[in-house]
């Protein structure tokens, strides 16, 4: 079983910076993708953005483009999910997950709460 944690979520103001981190316990399989979904309450879960194993693709939501950004450091099978102008609307729990794809879902972390306060 693998294991997934986040760190890094708390509150903020709108228009601060932070940046979540996810560690794995163990490499899932080949050339996993690494990604980050949110859930606001009340709203259904949501993709973030993704990052294939060698880094070289990255995928982000429309809303987050240009102010998100994600990364990975395959040695320490931790990816970052660097977020810059926070807004209110994006108080959520956010996810870290593990998978194939576009959209990895395999695996998911307990989740990190990030709230920003206007």
């Known amino acids: 079983q693998v294991q997934l944690v986040e760190s890094g979520g708390g509150l903020v103001q709108a228009g601060d910076s932070l940046r979540l981190s996810c560690t794995a316990s163990r490499r899932t399989f080949s050339s996993p993708a690494m990604g980050w979904f949110r859930q606001a309450p009340g709203k259904e879960r949501e993709f973030v953005a993704s990052?294939?194993?060698?880094?070289?693709?990255?995928y982000y939501a429309d809303s987050v483009k240009g102010r998100f950004t994600i990364s990975r450091d395959n040695a320490k099978n931790t990816v970052y999910l660097q977020m810059n102008s926070l807004k209110t609307e994006e108080t959520a729990v956010y996810y870290c997950a593990v998978g194939r794809g576009r959209y990895p879902n395999d695996y998911w972390g307990q989740g990190t709460q990030v709230t920003v306060s206007s």
């Open positions: 990052i294939s194993w060698s880094g070289d693709s990255t």
